[in-house]
């Protein structure tokens, strides 16, 4: 009974090369180039996997374009059962006026069989505030979903 209680939270295997659509949704960091209900299509995303921790990289266009504005494309991660949670920390400083900002990227999803659907919220955090800085505690959220080839 405990060994079937506990299987639940096992992590399942994540592991694969997703292609991804994605959907802008509110934009509360009031991020300069974003606008709500924009899409995209075809985004590569690889996952790899060693038992509950995961590191999911963007790939492409989309990957090159995170990581000149980031300064990395790599989500570090865990798996429980089917939902993964991962973290990308900005490491570029982002200004657009007189307020200095990093973003941190919080990836929450779910695999069900080969496909992912989940949510990307967007932070920033401030170095240098100033007026022109992003709302504390902002988020701006992307939802996404997509699959992976079948095993």
């Given at each position: 009974?405990?060994?079937?209680?506990?299987?639940?939270?096992?992590?399942?295997?994540v592991a694969g090369n997703y292609t991804l659509a994605t959907t802008n949704g509110a934009n509360g960091c009031q991020f300069s180039m974003w606008t709500p209900g924009a899409t995209a299509t075809g985004i590569p995303l690889t996952?790899?996997?060693?038992?509950?921790?995961?590191t999911a990289e963007i790939g492409g266009l989309t990957g090159a374009l995170v990581e000149y504005a980031l300064g990395s494309r790599i989500f570090i991660g865990t798996v429980s059962g089917a939902n993964l949670h991962a973290v990308l920390v900005g490491t570029r400083n982002l200004m657009p006026g007189q307020c200095v900002y990093k973003v941190t990227?919080?990836?929450?999803g779910?695999?069900?069989?080969?496909?992912?659907?989940g949510t990307l919220d967007?932070?920033?955090?401030?170095?240098?505030?100033?007026?022109?800085?992003?709302?504390?505690?902002?988020?701006?959220?992307?939802?996404?979903?997509?699959?992976r080839p079948p095993r």
């Open positions: 009974m405990l060994a079937a209680g506990c299987a639940s939270d096992a992590p399942v295997n996952v790899t996997q060693q038992e509950s921790d995961f990227g919080t990836m929450n779910t695999l069900v069989g080969d496909a992912l659907t967007l932070s920033a955090v401030i170095v240098t505030a100033a007026a022109d800085c992003p709302p504390a505690g902002c988020k701006s959220t992307v939802s996404f979903n997509g699959t």
